[in-house]
């Protein structure tokens, strides 16, 4: 079975500066993809940046960028220029749509770290 | 509406009683999947349908919980006798095929007394 964990509970960061989340995971497959989600206080889950695991160079989204370290099943999330509108809650997720010839449609979340943005 | 939507956003009840909760998926989105939010928790997966049938239903806790999607779009999730431990934020999410990005709602929000 798939494995996500996220070792930081929580990381707070001063605002315009840098933080970095980890995650590992574990699997056996080597088709899948990787996911970071934000998740404020309202609930609603946002995807914040995708990495699918066949391609080697690491995904960017304006301030948000991946290091993907493939056989070290590392896939950790840099913040650049933080803002206050970043603290929320962020979700490591892994997915992958065939596992053993059989279909599967779910993604499995980590457990999820708290950042926190002072001003 | 261009999101997902969910119904109620949050549901207070006692236990042993029954529940539905409600999702709406993007128009036009096949895949749809159901994850459960403990406190403090990352989500886990429920069940995903294709379509009006479930694909995978293996994250289901047990016989009390049941969903279904009768015409391929709004699906409902069902939980009979509600326990203590039910209580939790129960998250939709919809994608155009399985493998695309998935969306969610903004979750229900269920307390059981």
């Known amino acids: 079975a798939q494995t996500v964990t996220q070792s930081q509970p929580e990381m707070s960061v001063q605002e315009a500066e840098t933080v970095t989340l980890s995650c590992t995971y574990d699997?056996?497959?080597?088709?899948?993809?990787l996911f970071w989600y934000k998740q404020p206080p309202s609930r609603q889950m946002i995807l914040v940046i995708r990495q699918e695991a066949y391609k080697q160079q690491n995904a960017t989204e304006n301030r948000f960028s991946v290091n993907f370290q493939k056989a070290a099943k590392s896939f950790s999330l840099k913040i650049s220029d933080s803002q206050l509108g970043d603290a929320a809650m962020y979700f490591c997720?892994?997915?992958?749509?065939?596992?053993?010839?059989?279909?599967?449609?779910?993604?499995?979340f980590g457990q999820g770290t708290i950042l926190t943005v002072h001003p | 509406g261009a999101g997902v939507s969910q119904t109620p956003s949050n549901k207070v009840t006692e236990k042993g009683k029954y529940v539905e909760l409600r999702c709406d998926p993007i128009?036009?989105?096949?895949?749809l999947y159901w994850y459960r939010q403990s406190l403090g928790q990352g989500p886990e997966f429920l069940i995903y349908?294709?379509?009006?049938?479930?694909?995978?239903d293996s994250g289901l806790p047990n016989d009390r919980f049941f969903a279904v999607r009768p015409e391929g779009s709004v699906s409902t999730l069902k939980i009979q006798r509600t326990e203590r431990g039910d209580s939790a934020v129960y998250l939709c999410?919809?994608?155009?095929?399985?493998?695309?990005?998935?969306?969610f709602g903004p979750g229900t929000r269920l307390t059981v007394l």
């Open positions: 128009s036009g989105h096949t895949a």
């Open positions: 999410a919809s994608s155009l095929t399985p493998g695309n990005e998935q969306f």
């Open positions: 699997t056996s497959e080597s088709d899948y993809y």
């Open positions: 997720a892994y997915f992958t749509i065939y596992a053993g010839g059989t279909s599967y449609g779910k993604l499995t």
């Open positions: 349908f294709q379509g009006t049938g479930a694909a995978d």
